[in-house]
């Protein structure tokens, strides 16, 4: 059975494990002004993980523009994800590495980075590619687009039943991406999702500690 056959609606949503928490995702310039605006939306409400997402830089260059934000999250208790890059992560001693489906083996990645490690992959809509990751050691599975987005383009769009079906069955915590904002989150909360996270509908607002704090009356349910 392929994952569009599986009636989803069997599941209905668990009883709630943990309070959902957020997860950011940094938009592509993080010079500049940029660590006091993480700074300021750190200091909006609490945020479990922020993830360092920039394309097309140099390591080097990247390492260098991560220090300062590695700093902050280190002091909000933050924990630092670096994206795609095992040997950045290694590099910077980050908190962990978050893993898109061609971005190399969880396996390899735990062996480099260590047991303490948090180790997430992208799993789209795909319930096999997620009890896969789960399987081959991951910390955190991904799912989405579960809304139209900008900041990562995608043709998956996964019904928020997908995230009751994974806590239903699974302890390995979830991660809801993709469009999501105070207005729309709520049905992935109530189905689940163990973490929501999000670029847009913070870093593009003029107040990121606004941005942040309008998520907390979703996360409570």
């Not at 300021?40 to 993830?51: E, S």
């Not at 360092?52 to 523009?65: C, N, S, T, Y």
């Amino acid at each position: 059975m392929n994952d569009d056959e599986f009636d989803l609606s069997l599941f209905p949503p668990p009883p709630r494990r943990e309070p959902c928490q957020l997860y950011l995702i940094s938009p592509q310039e993080v010079g500049g002004s940029f660590p006091d605006r993480l700074k300021a939306a750190l200091g909006g409400a609490p945020v479990a993980a922020f993830q360092l997402r920039v394309k097309d830089i140099g390591e080097h260059e990247l390492a260098r523009l991560a220090e300062p934000l590695q700093r902050i999250c280190a002091d909000f208790a933050t924990a630092f994800i670096v994206n795609d890059s095992v040997a950045l992560a290694k590099r910077l001693g980050a908190d962990g590495v978050h893993l898109g489906q061609s971005d190399g083996d969880i396996r390899d990645a735990r062996a480099s980075l260590g047991p303490a490690a948090q180790i997430g992959r992208t799993c789209h809509d795909s319930r096999h590619l997620a009890m896969q990751a789960g399987e081959d050691g991951a910390d955190y599975v991904a799912f989405g687009a579960f809304y139209e987005t900008t900041t990562k383009p995608s043709n998956y769009r996964p019904e928020p039943a997908l995230l009751s079906w994974w806590a239903s069955l699974f302890e390995l915590p979830c991660v809801a991406i993709g469009g999501i904002t105070p207005d729309n989150a709520a049905p992935l909360v109530a189905a689940g999702a163990d973490f929501l996270a999000m670029c847009q509908a913070v870093w593009g607002r003029d107040d990121p500690a606004a941005a942040v704090a309008a998520f907390e009356g979703v996360l409570k349910g």
